[in-house]
Nanobody, 128 residues
Framework: LGFVESGGNLVKSGESLRLSCTAS????????VGWFRQAPGKEREGIVC????????YVVDSVKGRFTISNDNAKNTLYLQMDSLKPEDTADYYC??????????????????????WGQGTQVVVFS
C-alpha cells in the first residue's frame, strides 16, 4: 500500500502548481485523504483534507482560497491545486490516507506519527 507523488517544482511567487498522488494497492474512495507539508525547520502539518464518503473538506487558514483538493476515482489519484503561490509555501508536500471513519478535520490535525498511508513527498520551492 502506498502512493506515488509527483508535480513538485521550482516556481515564481504568484504562479500555480498541481501536485498528484496516485494510490497503489488500495482505492482512494474508501479512505479519508489529505495533503500535508513540512517546511524547512518546521513540523509537518496538515493543510487540506477530504472525506471521500461525504465530500467534506477541511482547509487551514494559511492556504484557504488558494489551495484546492480533489480526487479522480477513475485514475485513483488525489490532486492538490495550488494557486497564488507564496515563498512561505516552500515545503515538502506529502499525501496521506486514513480510515474513512476519520473526518477531514481529524485527518489534517492528526500528528504525523499516528499512522496512515503516506506518499514519499514532493518538493515545492517558491521564489520571489
Amino acid at each position: 500500500l502506498g502512493f506515488v507523488e509527483s508535480g513538485g517544482n521550482l516556481v515564481k511567487s504568484g504562479e500555480s502548481l498541481r501536485l498528484s498522488c496516485t494510490a497503489s494497492g488500495f482505492l482512494l474512495r474508501g479512505f479519508s485523504v489529505g495533503w500535508f507539508r513540512q517546511a524547512p525547520g518546521k513540523e509537518r502539518e496538515g493543510i487540506v483534507c477530504l472525506n471521500t464518503n461525504d465530500g467534506s473538506t477541511y482547509v487551514v487558514d494559511s492556504v484557504k482560497g488558494r489551495f484546492t483538493i480533489s480526487n479522480d476515482n477513475a485514475k485513483n489519484t488525489l490532486y492538490l491545486q495550488m494557486d497564488s503561490l507564496k515563498p512561505e509555501d516552500t515545503a515538502d508536500y506529502y499525501c496521506r490516507a486514513a480510515s474513512l471513519n476519520t473526518t477531514a478535520q481529524q485527518l489534517c490535525q492528526a500528528p504525523p506519527n499516528t499512522g496512515g498511508i503516506w506518499g514519499q513527498g514532493t518538493q515545492v520551492v517558491v521564489f520571489s
